[in-house]
């Protein structure tokens, strides 16, 4: 299935990473947190870095926005080399990991910051911090400090601080990961909905491969200092490009064997894998596998098992089946109106799914 | 029961202060109000003219403590705000070795480092001496026994009181505020003139209370460095209660210098009171 995402082809672009590397000596040894990145951001993007920790994203978005020297590479921004530009020359803003806000300034002040280096007259502070706090929903809070508010608000602060300055792109370093579920939710919609009315580039790190997915119009999925994806949402779910990539991102199924005839044989099961021969994995999505209690016919995936759990979920239920082999598959069913489930603990059934559901990597 | 535990585990620190804080300050404080001398004793006759008196013939060195005080006060700050500073910011993992060496020289008793001092500033001592042979000094040139030689030795004491309360207030920023400025277009030092002092001056405010009443009180090093013309209140103090005897005297004129003391850091604490001064700072 193709990407829905109307960005797929960068014109305008707003960052620029050309091979980007960063090696730092720790303990005498030379490690490579970032290993040659290279990546178009276009302008108004909502950009993701996604990968778990120490994979290199943090430091990636640091030296977009100055505080890290690339050991090798080039970083432009709309066009202008910034390798060698110190961070207050930058036109990008910063949300920081857990806010930075100045603890001994009031909210106006943290807001005010930034213009009021940038010598912008008074009346005109006095009137972008006056907007920013009303689209950030904080008016009337201008005389707190940071330490009188909530998580929350904390988190909208700093998003005011930078964006008043109106950057031509604002970094946000997993700003969401110290607030709790239910607000984690909301700020999300908040987001999207303030860069829909300002209009700037987003750039995204987050470690939460569900963030990533409600609010990107792509990602770049890294692991090891690497991009191991870069693609629109849609395409990094449906079409893996690698198994770290299919098991970071969602939860799938991963089979492995040799391939004969385009056919992956597994036990008294088979899976269609279309002109593949040799070694290959198999990657399926739990949501796209059909349970049943006879053998499905026609031209589908099939593999027999056992249930050996049912875990009611709401919205769904979800079953862990456990292959011949021992491999345990596991099979998301959609809630439907009469609410019952298809098979029980120990019953045995048959998984099935179409072959254009299956992602084969290999051969 | 457990309502009165905070108070009870309380109890021995106030009784501590009771005994040998107000107690003392008592006994002291009915002293200087009383007349007589330490052959026919010393009877109570609320005699606050001793307070004039002593101050009248004393207010000399009176004025010349508090300017050494201040001055060297002001020394220590100029000198231990960037060690204080290169140590949270810089120190790695070294931090607490830098500490220990900066504590170090306490493990030697104070009048010792004092007097060490003055053979390092003695007229032939290795310093004045190796410069004067080489003609780089006149040979009449001299430190000791001079303003400068008590100032120096006040700041040399004192220095760590100074730098370990800004340390603990610097190594509390949150290295990211810095960059959160920088990254908001400040300059490296508008950062730390809009985020890093401001956050400091509890710790500043701290350091100097720490060092300059000490410093001010200080009789050590005005009688070790100091020479004839450079005494400071606290050998007055001592002179009056050790060798003259005159209790009185000598109590009326620790009173005055608390009194004095005290009065200058309200006044201190009201004009560069934390809060105000982190106000100040975010404008």
Known sequence: MADQSPIDTPTDRAIELEDVLKEYVSHGEVVQAVKGVTLDIAEGEFFSLLGPSGCGKTTTMRMIAGFEEPSKGVIRLHGRDVTDVPPNKRDVNMVFQSYALFPHMSVWDNVAFGLKQKKTSREEIKRRVGEMLEIVDLTGREKRRPREMSGGQQQRVALARALVNRPRALLLDEPLGALDLKLRQAMQLELKRIQREVGITFVYVTHDQNEALTMSDRIAVMKDGLIEQLA????????????????FIGTSNLLTGTATGGVLKVGEGRVLVPGKEGEVSVTVRPEKITLAKQEPSGDVSALPGTVSEVVYLGTYNSYAVRLADGDEITVFEQNAHDATVTAERGDSVWLSWQAQHSYVMGS | MRRLTPYLLALPSWMWLAIFLVVPLAAMASVSLQTGNVIDGFVMTFSFGNYGDALGTYSTQLVRSLGYGATATAAMLVIGYPVAYWIAFKGGSRKSVYLFLLLLPFFVSFVLRTISWGFLLADDGIVLGTLKSWGVLSADFHVLATSFAVIAGLTYNWLPFMILPIYVSLERVDPRLVE????????????????????????????????????????????????????????????????????????????????????????????????NVLEAAAR
């Open chain 2, 180 to 275: 959160a400025a920088q990254d908001l277009y400040a300059t490296r030092g508008t950062a730390f003139r809009k985020v890093v002092l401001p956050l400091s001056l509890p710790g500043v405010f701290a350091g100097v209370l720490m060092t300059f009443v000490p410093a001010t009180a200080d009789p050590v090093n005005a009688q070790v460095l100091g020479g004839t013309g450079n005494t400071m209140i606290g050998n007055i103090i001592q002179t009056e209660y050790l060798v003259n005897n005159d209790y009185p005297t000598a109590s009326a004129l620790s009173f005055t210098l608390m009194a004095v003391l005290l009065v200058g850091i309200f006044v201190y604490a009201r004009v560069l009171g934390t809060e």
């Open chain 1, 232 to 247: 629109g949402p849609r395409e990094i779910y449906e079409r893996p490009a690698t198994t770290f990539v299919a098991g």
